[in-house]
Nanobody, 119 residues
Framework: QLPLVESGGGLVQPGGSLRLSCVAS????????ITWFRQAPGKEREVVSC???????KYADSVKGRFTISGDNAENTVYLQMNSLKAEDTAIYSC?????????????WGQGTQVTVSS
């Protein structure tokens, strides 16, 4: 089992920043890729970013240059630093663990954290 817990969401004004955390409670992330997803009301879930076990990263085009994913293996935590936030970034953000960043095989999921970008 790999229980994942997200935190760091909230209400922020356009142009602001938030840092989301995805913590593996009581387990190690050393052998997993962690993907951040988001789902806005009425829209399909989409991949935001992924970091592999080796530290390679991928980003959706919509967040490149604004979001940064990073991992701290000692803390069993993956972060998503979100800068220059826009209203269209409003969504529930969730993290999931899998073997690679190629997509699919998400065996473990967190419960999600709400991000609202509004003035």
């Amino acid at each position: 089992q790999l229980p994942l817990v997200e935190s760091g969401g909230g209400l922020v004004q356009p142009g602001g920043s938030l840092r989301l955390s995805c913590v593996a409670s009581g387990s190690t992330l050393d052998y997993y890729a962690i993907t951040w997803f988001r789902q806005a009301p009425g829209k399909e879930r989409e991949v935001v970013s992924c970091i592999s076990a080796s530290g390679a990263t991928k980003y959706a085009d919509s967040v490149k240059g604004r979001f940064t994913i990073s991992g701290d293996n000692a803390e069993n935590t993956v972060y998503l630093q979100m800068n220059s936030l826009k209203a269209e970034d409003t969504a529930i953000y969730s993290c999931a663990a899998s073997g690679t960043c190629r997509g699919g095989g998400y065996d473990y999921w967190g419960q999600g954290t709400q991000v609202t970008v509004s003035s």
